[in-house]
């Protein structure tokens, strides 16, 4: 897809709202007014929790608000952002009926959930783009209990930032804590029309002459909060134009706080759906990082003081002993103008008062999940016999005078794919030769484990996921079977990269697709 600037970018309508869950009530009585009027036969976001084997999602248009001063017209699923949080139980069978009633054709893809390959919601891929006023049914069975997200896979880098998305979570048969926070992270634009028009192609931006000195240059997003000014005055991929940062689509004043009571244990599930990597700092309280991208962890220990860095597509379950009394801060670290927005309190039943401050400029030690938690086996190690290996070269770089997020260096669909057979061991290094951007490469279908980074080995719990965060430099192997047949794709989650290029496919040999893509549909995987 090709990346431009443009004067005016028309409805970009950048949204999240309050994601709960059972224990954090509704959205009834939430202040929704602010300084702009609301546009005439649009309803304002109203947030609700849904339960049960059976949903219906409706795509529509409605009037958001992000904070005291900003409203949006947004793209939501039941009216909200993020849409309606669905819970449903392990193992048993969910059917979700999706409607459209935007101008615009759309999908659902289920992040991170293992469903069938006809269920996975990418158009052209696996089926067609639900069209204006169509509805399409999504049926499977959530076979791991975990944190995932739904999102729209149409136009994803446009519709995304409309605010096509929500909370998934699977309940597990045993809870292992009294209260349960969903909070979903992500950035606006207080002035969309100074933003990026990412939807005509695949081609990359069209560079200027005098942009030709940057033929050959590696380009960044600044995906960290602390590398994002380093492409101040690039003409695109300059994400500074994202000054507002959310918590459940609401910024600073606007933020629930969380609730909790003295001596119960909390889990927070923190999901990353914005295009910027965001470092999570708790006071106050040691806590147990638990699962990752949905995968519990062996043997989790406490830590304090470290940040969390969460990229674009991974989730993280934190669990905490509320055994310290007041109100404490889950804020954002960086220097970035929207950082100061992404903060919540933690609210003790009770309390009056708090002596906590933010503390957002400070260094502190980054949590890594390659040395932590117990060992176990894993299923899989760096010295056995692979069916399939293959070398996944990830850069930025200058094809045909156009920015290109490549794979092997080339953009999709003409990426080579990853070929393999139903039962495959399957060995993946993934190694990021761009100089600035980092790489949240996100693969559908299966989970994979992570064997080793830089070279080195894990030393602590298997970690399993959907999603791995590269840095520049940054060298990764992981390790899957393929299990789930179907045509699976792999690709950067930040949108801007993926639509510029950066995405190739996992094909089962033998697997067709149940459906005929249509070429009136206007399909638009990224």
């Not at 469903?115 to 169509?134: C, R, S």
């Not at 600044?222 to 590398?227: L, S, Y």
């Not at 070398?391 to 045909?400: A, H, R, W």
Request: overall charge negative; aromatic content about 8%.
């Amino acid at each position: 897809m090709k990346i431009k600037l443009i004067a005016l970018l028309s409805f970009v309508l950048l949204v999240l709202a309050a994601c709960q869950t059972e224990d954090s009530g509704n959205m009834e009585g939430m202040n929704m007014e602010g300084d702009k009027k609301e546009p005439a036969g649009l309803q304002t976001t109203k947030f609700e929790t849904l339960s049960g084997n059976e949903f219906n999602i409706v795509a529509k248009e409605a009037t958001h608000q992000l904070n005291n001063e900003v409203s949006i017209d947004a793209w939501t699923f039941n009216g909200s952002v993020p849409g309606s949080q669905l819970r449903v139980n392990v193992g048993e069978k969910v059917k979700i009926n999706l409607t459209n009633e935007l101008p615009d054709p759309v999908t659902i893809h289920w992040h991170g959930i293992t469903v069938p390959n006809n269920m996975d919601g990418i158009p052209g891929v696996t089926q067609n783009a639900v069209q204006p006023g169509e509805s399409f049914t999504y049926e499977f069975i959530p076979e791991d209990p975990g944190t995932y997200m739904y999102h729209t896979h149409q136009d994803g880098v446009n519709q995304l930032d409309k605010g096509l998305y929500g909370s998934f979570i699977v309940e597990p048969k045993e809870k292992s804590y009294d209260r349960d926070y969903s909070l979903m992270l992500d950035e606006w634009m207080s002035n969309p029309e100074e933003g990026m028009d990412m939807s005509e192609g695949n081609e990359g931006m069209d560079m200027s002459e005098d942009d030709e000195d940057m033929e050959g240059m590696d380009m960044s997003n600044g995906n960290d909060e602390e590398k994002a000014d380093e492409n101040d005055g690039m003409m695109m991929d300059d994400m500074s134009a994202y000054d507002i940062f959310t918590i459940n689509g609401k910024s600073g004043e606007s933020v629930d706080p969380l609730i909790v009571k003295e001596g119960e244990k909390v889990r927070i599930r923190l999901a990353n759906i914005g295009y910027m990597t965001h470092k999570l700092h708790l006071h106050g309280h040691k806590f147990k990082v638990v699962a990752i991208d949905g995968q519990e962890l062996n043997e989790p220990q406490e830590i304090e003081n470290e940040l969390l860095s969460i990229a674009p597509g991974e989730r993280y379950d934190i669990e905490f002993v509320a055994d310290n009394p007041g109100e404490w801060l889950l804020e954002c670290h960086g220097n970035m103008e929207g950082t100061d927005g992404m903060k919540a309190k933690i609210q003790y039943e009770g309390a009056t008062e708090s002596t906590d401050k933010s503390n957002q400029d400070e260094e502190l030690p980054t949590f890594t999940y390659t040395n932590y938690g117990a060992p176990q086996d894993g299923g899989f190690s760096l010295d056995q016999s692979y069916d399939v290996e293959y070398t996944m070269n990830l850069n930025t770089e200058m094809l045909d005078n156009e920015l290109a997020y490549t794979i092997n260096g080339k953009t999709f669909p003409n990426t080579e794919s990853i070929n393999v057979k139903e039962g495959d061991l399957v060995k993946v290094n993934l190694v990021n030769n761009s100089k600035l951007d980092d790489h949240p490469m996100h693969l559908h279908g299966v989970f994979f484990q992570i064997l080793s980074k830089n070279g080195k080995p894990l030393e602590g719990s298997p970690i399993y996921k959907d999603t791995v965060n590269l840095e520049p430099g940054d060298e990764y192997v992981i390790a899957f079977k393929a299990d789930n047949p179907g045509n699976w794709l792999f690709h950067c989650h930040d949108l801007h990269h993926a639509s510029a290029g950066m995405v190739t496919e996992v094909k089962y040999d033998g697997f067709m697709p149940d459906f005929t893509p249509d070429p009136e549909a206007n399909n638009k995987p990224e």
